[in-house]
């Protein structure tokens, strides 16, 4: 049987990391990127390039290695994000750009350049990490609640403008997950949810077959946001 295809942004820790790993345990060839490698090894099923996705030139790199390489894309993971806690009034100034350039413009340039491919075979599912802040403003959410409602709104058009090619569009809106976000904060683990469980479930949506989707895919942990 053919491998299937993923290219998974921002591989090397967090929900990407997870993400990584679970769709190579599928047998999946993966494609991946971020600005360090980490602890991601190269083999036959994963290839990594090192790019900076805040920074359009290298989007568009990252996009001409996986089209020199990859005949097809079943599943496109647009994951990459920063999280800079802080209120619009007095963030440092930079918040917003550098947080609308890595969460939001990463994904509309990436997803723009390797869409044609995806359109010629009529198939292919798109998911777009948001997050929980991308519905539910609170305080200190700053220019990070801005990026992400701006990438939830791209989601909604672009399924939209997907659907006759047979592609699906996801967005996955996660609330409090144990990542490097979190890194400093006194926060008892046990309310934050496992990376684990977000790739689980994404990879689980995944599955379903080409008549079905689920548009929105919302996690929460268990006792609620924090």
């Not at 390489?69 to 496109?76: E, M, N, R, T």
């Not at 044609?116 to 997050?131: A, E, T, V, Y």
Request: with cysteine; charged share 25%; proline share 4%.
């Amino acid at each position: 049987m053919e491998n299937k295809i993923a290219v998974i942004t921002g591989g090397t820790k967090g929900i990407g990391k997870a993400l990584v790993d679970r769709f190579l345990k599928e047998n999946y060839i993966v494609f991946t990127t971020a600005r360090k490698r980490g602890d991601l090894k190269e083999n036959s099923k994963l290839h990594f390039y090192e790019a900076d996705l805040s920074n359009k030139d290298e989007v568009i790199s990252f996009a001409e290695f996986i089209l020199s390489k990859a005949p097809k894309i079943d599943v496109l993971i647009n994951n990459t994000g920063v999280f800079i806690p802080g209120q619009i009034f007095s963030e440092d100034e930079g918040s917003l750009e550098l947080q609308i350039n890595t969460n939001l413009y990463s994904a509309y340039h990436l997803t723009r350049k390797l869409l044609p491919l995806m359109i010629d075979h009529k198939k292919g599912q798109i998911f777009n990490i948001c997050s929980i802040a991308s519905i539910t403003p609170y305080n200190n959410g700053g220019s990070y609640s801005i990026s992400k409602y701006a990438m939830y709104g791209m989601t909604k058009c672009l399924r939209e403008e997907m659907k006759e090619f047979g592609i699906k569009v996801i967005a996955v809106l996660p609330g409090a997950t144990y990542t490097s976000s979190w890194e400093g904060v006194k926060i008892d683990e046990n309310r934050l949810m496992p990376p684990a469980d977000i790739a689980h479930a994404i990879y689980e949506t995944s599955t379903l077959s080409d008549r079905t989707v689920i548009e929105d895919l919302i996690l929460r942990p268990q006792l609620g946001d924090l």
